[in-house]
């Protein structure tokens, strides 16, 4: 993720109603179409379809390009690819299912670096393969979202 795409997200927030798309299948024409569009943000759905981590390749290049961040459902607070999703460059992860305070606790835990979690990261393409790494990792602690679904 790059932190200056969050960031600007969350600015415009102040300003207007943010609108997104959210996308259940992932074929290049329909992620380009998503992110050529006025939509604000973008949302991978992983947790009820079949989309790939692959797929999230061609997302972060378009972030990148069009300058908009993306998102991902995930499909629960244990799931194994949080980190990946993560790598791949979203924004931030939204989680379904959450009952008590305590998984929202051990999620934040696996989203974030230390010292507010204890995530830890693979050189890839939302970092830009370590280039700053400690500028990343603090600024994606402070503009990552966590949304959660109750």
Known sequence: MRADL???LWQ???EKTLIGGWMS???SPTSQIFFQSDFDFIVFDFEHTGMSLEQLYLAQSLSSQYQKPFFVRCKSSTDPNLSQYLDLGCAGIICPM???SS???????KCKFPP????GAGLYLGNQYGEN???YQQEFNKSS???VQI
């Not at 507010?116 to 995530?119: A, I, L, S």
């Open 98 to 100: 959450i009952n008590d």
């Open 103 to 109: 998984q929202v606790v051990n999620l934040i835990k």
């Open 145 to 147: 979202k966590i949304f």
């Open 6 to 8: 969050s960031k600007s």
């Open 12 to 14: 415009l927030e102040l």
């Open 133 to 135: 790494f400690e500028t």
């Open 116 to 119: 507010v979690g204890n995530r």
């Open 25 to 27: 299948s992932c074929s």
